[in-house]
């Protein structure tokens, strides 16, 4: 392509009804441009001095968050891009890379102060390309947010479900290799021939120590002791796995002098009654375990359930505040616990109960905690307190970080869609306005304190039931 036309820019369908004379006027101040396939028309952090107009061939448009490339899409012929008319854009925040051979209509920005003056039209089609390009990409990026947020909690929750459900899997594996010695040891308890009073009593001793449960108030040096001590009484008594039986046993209470005691009842030898304590114990530790093991797990799905709401509607309806941080707390707990913040709560018994849709308000909590422990990454004290108390008729949450602070610059921006202090590869900026949008939706507000070593984001919800907007 050698020449422009005002045909060739009516590619625009914008430009539609735009006067023959204001096209013109652009074709004779822009220039074309010849891109092969590959070749940058822009890459992030190159300043935007130009409006550009596809007009063959075509642009992909990609961008970096968590060290991850996120393709936007391919402009294609008739699609506009590049810095436009009253447009606050300073630098490319993307890469526009041609997928084919592509023909660019390029106007310096040194040219829009007389587009403004003298061209109504085509002015009015460039300001209405600005106000969907702003609506297009908010709406994309409040996408990637969700995102970006979902793969954190997702991670987090992958682990804390991947540690009981393994410990799952080792306990079910050990109880059924277990198990399988199981019946030779009924088969000698049966040779000796115990009586009534002889099994009452040792089981009366086995269902005091498993009721006691295992022992803590043995050091490992004083537990080592006792496990040897036991073990040599064993093994002088005919036993074969004496030290695995002995570690059971002393687990549970079961050392040296309650041994003689049961030695004593049964008159007989002891090899075939110790074992199978020590088996009765081994079963209930494992049982324990997996019970354990899968109350976590029910309790992490019941926090995934309590925080998304997933099995009802999203409508408002009253909702205790503190469940859903806690919730909140519980879908973040490995980051903190990676972390190592210490985590103090204060929330006051009369905390009223607030009207919200509580996946949105929940995702005011993921927000802030999340940040929050993201501001203690290299905090020497690493403390985040959270607390709530009533204010008249208002549910009032703190949420505050020992991290180094906002300077006073930033903490006036921090509301703002898109101002973000992270880097380009890490952050939306769209997390704290998403917050604060959700806040005043729900009839309330929103503000933040912060001085070195302590940052303080205070969150006011009307309580009661309120109509969003």
Known sequence: MNTITPTTLRIVPEFADVPEQQLAWLCQHGQLCALQPDDYLFQRDEPSDHLYIVLSGGIEI?????????????????????????????????????????????????????LIREHFELIRSLVHMLTTRVRDFTAQQQQNEKLMALGKL???????????????????????????????????ILQIRLNDDQVDAVTALLFEKLKAGPRTDLSLMQKASAEDELAEFLEDGGMADAYAAAESLV????????????????????????GWLAGVISTDKLVGEIKDASGRIAG???AVK????????????????????RSTLTMLQ??????????????????????????????????????????MATAPTKVL????????DCAVIKIQDSGSGIPADVKARVFEP???????????????????????????SIEVESEPGQTVFTVWLPSGSKKLA
Do not use: C
Request: charged share 20%.
């Open 62 to 114: 990609t961008f970096k968050q968590q060290d991850q490339v996120r393709r936007f899409g391919v402009l294609v012929p008739g699609n506009v891009t590049g810095v436009l008319p009253f447009s606050r854009m300073t630098h490319a925040q993307g890469y526009g890379q041609a997928v084919e051979k592509t023909d660019i209509f390029a106007l310096h920005r040194d040219h829009f102060p007389t």
């Open 154 to 188: 997702s991670a987090g929750l992958a682990h804390e479900l991947n540690n009981p459900a393994s410990a799952i899997v080792r306990s079910a594996t050990a109880l059924s290799e277990h198990l399988v010695a199981q019946p030779e040891r009924f088969k000698r």
């Open 251 to 274: 687990e549970y209470g079961m050392g040296l002098p309650e041994l003689r005691q049961v030695a004593d009842t049964v008159g007989v030898d002891l090899a075939p009654v110790a």
């Open 300 to 302: 992490l799905v019941k």
């Open 306 to 325: 309590g925080y998304t709401h997933m099995d009802r509607a999203p409508e408002a309806e009253e909702t205790d505040l503190v469940t859903g941080i």
């Open 334 to 375: 490995h980051k903190s616990r990676q972390s190592q913040v210490s985590i103090e709560e204060n929330f006051a018994a009369d905390l009223p109960k607030v009207s919200v849709i509580v996946g949105e308000i929940n995702q005011v909590w993921t927000n802030l905690i999340d940040n929050a422990l993201d501001a």
């Open 385 to 392: 307190r959270l607390s709530g108390q009533r204010d008249g």
């Open 418 to 444: 898109f101002f973000t202090t992270k880097p380009m590869d890490q952050g939306t900026g769209l997390g704290l306005d998403v917050v604060r949008r959700i806040v005043l939706r729900h009839g309330g």
